[in-house]
């Protein structure tokens, strides 16, 4: 990490999310993987045996190895492990998805249940159709509206690339992520405000889900303020929507309905 990201070169850990949660009233939450390692899903999950509020765990496992399953296995015996994650926006090959052995591993999520979150930036996508295309059946989430440029402004070739995506019924998009896309400490809520109108354009009500990104979230804004971007612009829609994007539809497309208490 550059000197620019010194606010994350520390522990961030439950004890510190459960009362900014408390905050806007959310009572609960799904942790996602940051390191391409099976010992952080083994300790994500052992967080969630701890913490009640940590609803689920979005974990990472070697998806290209021959032994994928015997690992899928093993985490699966966890109620709790949800979905896998892997840092495509990193993989230097910008056709990385479609390598033949990553799509072998992704094959076996469906036998477990398990979601997949397409960590991206906006030149991945049109390689994200074709990938998701092979698996009608899997489930899959876009994190963080896919990364447009905020920042800059621009919305093509980000918006077609979006709306082809959100062609695939099974794929839906995190409304998260975005103030470390703007201009960092100095944006304004209005910054926002026509990208998420394309992204609800494109995959309805019934396919977005609020996140955070805490703690990568904090590069930009605090936590209540990041979150605020969402629950401000939701409250144009009724109660029964703002539900669904606050909370309902995560809890359908992860299986976590067994640990909303």
Not at 36 to 49: G, I, R, V
Request: charge should be negative; charged fraction near 25%.
């Amino acid at each position: 990490m550059t000197d620019a990201m010194k606010v994350l070169k520390r522990d961030y850990l439950p004890d510190e999310l459960k009362p900014l949660l408390a905050t806007i009233q959310f009572d609960g939450t799904i942790v996602v993987q940051a390191r391409q390692m099976p010992e952080e899903t083994e300790w994500l999950l052992a967080l969630s045996d701890r913490y009640e509020f940590i609803k689920g765990v979005v974990g990472w496992v070697d998806l290209q190895s021959s032994a994928v399953r015997k690992q899928l296995i093993a985490f699966a015996e966890h109620p709790k492990f949800v979905g896998v994650r892997h840092v495509v926006h990193d993989e230097p090959d910008d056709l990385f998805m479609l390598r033949p052995e990553f799509q072998r591993g992704v094959a076996h999520l469906g036998e477990f249940d398990l979601a997949f979150d397409l960590l991206l930036y906006p030149r991945h996508l049109p390689v994200a159709a074709k990938f998701v295309e092979d698996f009608p059946c899997q489930p899959f989430v876009l994190d963080h509206i896919g990364k447009p440029a905020i920042r800059d402004g621009l919305i093509q070739p980000w918006e077609e690339d979006i709306n082809r995506l959100a062609r695939f019924p099974n794929v839906f998009c995190k409304l998260s992520g975005m103030v470390t896309e703007a201009e960092w400490t100095k944006w304004q809520p209005d910054d926002f405000a026509r990208y998420l109108d394309i992204v609800m354009a494109a995959f309805g009500t019934e396919r977005v889900m609020i996140g955070s990104d805490w703690p990568v979230c904090t590069l930009s804004a605090d936590y209540s303020a990041t979150m605020n971007l969402v629950l401000d612009y939701v409250r144009q829609f009724p109660e029964k929507i703002q539900d669904q994007i606050l909370g309902g539809n995560c809890a359908r497309f992860y299986p976590i309905s067994n640990h909303l208490q």
